[in-house]
Every structure is written in C-alpha cells, then in structure tokens.
T-cell receptor, first 113, second 115 residues
Framework: SQTIHQWPATLVQPVGSPLSLECTVEGTSNPNLYWYRQAAGRGLQLLFYSVGIGQISSEVPQNLSASRPQDRQFILSSKKLLLSDSGFYLC????????????FGPGTRLTVL | AQSVTQPDIHITVSEGASLELRCNYSYGATPYLFWYVQSPGQGLQLLLKYFSGDTLVQGIKGFEAEFKRSQSSFNLRKPSVHWSDAAEYFCAVGVSGGSNYKLTFGKGTLLTVNP
C-alpha cells in the first residue's frame, strides 16, 4: 500500500531564516506531487505541483520554492521566511492517471516568529 | 476558472441527528467532485468521490453525497451523526489538463457535534 510522509511535524523558525520541508511517498512510482498551505478560514491553497522529476509548476508567486530531486521526494524551501509564511503545510500525491483523487500527508505546522 | 463554495462555515448538530453539508461548484465541463474530512492537526482523508455514472455516491464512515448537475451541487449527507464525526469537511472539484490534474477546494465547513 501507498504511504506519504512529511517532516518535520512541527517547526518554529525566526523571520529571515531558511526553510526546508520534506515529503516522501512510498509504494507508488511516478506520482503527481503537490504542496498546499492551509491558513485558518481560508481553505487549502495550492502552492506547487510536479508531474515528474525536476518538473515544478508554481501556482502562487511568493518567496517559496519547490524541488523534486527524486521520483517520490518533494521539497518545499525558502531562503528567508516571512511572518506570513506561517501555516499548515500539506503534501499530497495522486497517481497521475487523470481524474483521480489526491492522498494527503499528515502535514507540517510552521510558525514563523 | 473553477470554484467551489461551501456556504456554511460552521454547523452544529446533536449526536444522532441527520447531517447535510452543502457544496456548490462552478466549472464549465463535467466535474470530478470530492469530499474530504480533516481532524484537527491532521491531513485530509478522502470520504467519497464522483466521476460519472450514478449521481448518488457512497463513501466511508456512512457518508453519501448526491451530484445534481442542474443545481451545480454536491451535498454531503449522513443519516445519523456520531460524536467522532466532529471535524472540518472540504469539498473539492477536479480539473484535468492533460496529466496536470489539480483540485480546487472550498474553504471548509466545521462540524461540531453536541452530545
């Protein structure tokens, strides 16, 4: 069966510090991968998605970036965090076969102080 | 562009009562529709999905949803709510563009269950 992992589970970082959140998927190959941010009362905002290694599409311009160095690894990064980057970050995968559901990881709670 | 509206931000029901959570979508083509549930501090879990065929779909945990094209709705229902159903519920519409398949989510409905 497929599983999706995210780490760390929680993170507290000062403004201006770098960020690296990691997401890995097991039990499937060549998945579509997604990063979402969830802020209270605002639902889920799609940040990035990837259909293959090295292929990243950005949905919202901001100081975050994403990379996919391996087939089942998706990384969310920032060089300098802003207060507004605080939130709950969710990684998800889908099979990439079209019209299929997404499966979500447990999330990372990021607090920027 | 596609959009999803969940008109109710917060709903409170008593345990054992019936439940209906509303979802309206805007999309030019045939939508793919989903309901997810999220417990506090957790990821999202898929409850059910609609792609085509029977407009009444059954999901996990006793939930069902009905697709009504004429009303652009996909409401979630449960005949008898349990205290463990307290969570936030998200409706989503799928958009397919080749292999670039994305979901657009509503802002969620928070469900409180009173004993």
């Amino acid at each position: 069966s497929q599983t999706i992992h995210q780490w760390p589970a929680t993170l507290v970082q000062p403004v201006g510090s770098p960020l690296s959140l990691e997401c890995t998927v097991e039990g499937t190959s060549n998945p579509n991968l997604y990063w979402y941010r969830q802020a209270a009362g605002r639902g889920l905002q799609l940040l990035f998605y990837s259909v293959g290694i090295g292929q990243i599409s950005s949905e919202v311009p901001q100081n975050l970036s994403a990379s996919r160095p391996q087939d089942r690894q998706f990384i969310l990064s920032s060089k300098k965090l802003l207060l507004s980057d605080s939130g709950f970050y969710l990684c998800a995968w889908s099979s990439g076969q079209g019209r299929d559901e997404q499966f979500f990881g447990p999330g990372t709670r990021l607090t920027v102080l | 562009a596609q959009s999803v509206t969940q008109p109710d931000i917060h709903i409170t029901v008593s345990e054992g009562a019936s439940l209906e959570l509303r979802c309206n979508y805007s999309y030019g083509a045939t939508p793919y529709l989903f309901w997810y549930v999220q417990s506090p501090g957790q990821g999202l879990q898929l409850l059910l999905k609609y792609f085509s065929g029977d407009t009444l779909v059954q999901g996990i945990k006793g939930f069902e949803a009905e697709f009504k094209r004429s009303q652009s709705s996909f409401n979630l229902r449960k005949p008898s709510v349990h205290w463990s159903d307290a969570a936030e519920y998200f409706c989503a519409v799928g958009v397919s563009g080749g292999s670039n398949y994305k979901l657009t989510f509503g802002k969620g409905t928070l469900l409180t269950v009173n004993p």
